[in-house]
Every structure is written in C-alpha cells, then in structure tokens.
C-alpha cells in the first residue's frame, strides 16, 4: 500500500500522517508499516533544539495510524473509507531508545480481538530490529462528519 492508497484509509495529512508505506498486510492478522524519519519534520525545531528526537505521542500516534489500516483492510464495510476512526485507549506503553532523524521507523499492528465496535491491538514500533516503542492500543470507528 503506498501513500495514496494509505490517505483514501486515513484522514490524516501533513505533518500529521505518519505512516509513508505498508509492505505487508494480513487481514484479522497484522500489518506492517515504515514511517521514514527525517531531520525536516517540523518537531524536531522544538524537540529539542541541537538533540532531535522524535516524541514519544508521536511514535504511539504512528502505531495507532496503523492499527486504523489494518482494521480498514480487515472489515472494510464497518472501518473502511469514510470512517472515522479514534484512539480510545492505551496500556502497558513503553519506550525503550529515542527515535532521530535518519531512522526508519517499522510499526507493526497485530490484532487481537473486537467487540460491537472497539477493536484492540499489540503494537510495536523497531528501528534495524530494536524495539523502540510498545503498546496495548484500543480504537472505535464511526461515521465521518464532513
């Protein structure tokens, strides 16, 4: 799934959408992402200045854009496009090693079940196959409003 495809899931746009490619999806299953970090996103001017390190909500924000793809490939008739789908809540939220300009950033959701219309998920977010960033994340889908 490349960046146009990833937007017709995702409401999100600059500097907001933070997943650039998905290279592998299975459906009720996983999926895993890459978001390339560079030095011109805009919060590295402020987080921080002279030490630029990607924050941590960002990394959780990431993670949760990508749990919304998997989730629109898995049901697309109940979170597919023109959904909108929001972050409900987190747990066991970890940090392990900064995240900098130059990194590629690989989120990978795995689904692990749903009820009526929350869904949960495991996610990990690795950088050349360190563990960055882990957490529980639920989300809910409804209906967009233009």
């Known amino acids: 799934m490349d960046?146009?495809?990833?937007?017709?899931?995702?409401?999100?746009?600059?500097?907001?959408?933070?997943?650039?490619?998905?290279?592998?999806?299975?459906?009720?299953?996983?999926?895993?992402?890459i978001k390339n970090v560079t030095f011109n996103e805009p919060f590295f001017q402020g987080h921080f200045p002279g030490l630029p390190i990607m924050p941590g909500?960002?990394?959780?924000e990431a993670m949760a854009q990508t749990t919304g793809l998997l989730a629109g490939e898995s049901a697309p008739d109940v979170l597919g496009k023109?959904?909108?789908?929001y972050l409900v809540g987190l747990d066991d939220v970890r940090f392990k090693r900064p995240v900098v300009p130059g990194d590629q950033l690989k989120l990978e959701?795995?689904?692990?079940?749903?009820?009526r219309?929350?869904?949960?998920?495991?996610?990990?977010?690795?950088?050349?196959?360190?563990?960055?960033?882990?957490?529980?994340?639920m989300c809910a889908?409804?209906?967009?409003n233009s």
């Open 3 to 33: 960046i146009q495809q990833i937007k017709e899931y995702l409401p999100h746009r600059y500097p907001f959408l933070l997943v650039d490619r998905v290279i592998e999806c299975e459906p009720m299953i996983r999926l895993l992402a």
């Open 109 to 115: 959701a795995r689904y692990v079940k749903h009820k």
């Open 57 to 60: 909500v960002l990394i959780i």
């Open 141 to 144: 889908a409804a209906e967009q």
């Open 82 to 85: 023109g959904k909108t789908y």
């Open 117 to 137: 219309n929350i869904w949960q998920f495991e996610c990990r977010a690795e950088v050349e196959g360190e563990l960055v960033a882990s957490a529980k994340i």
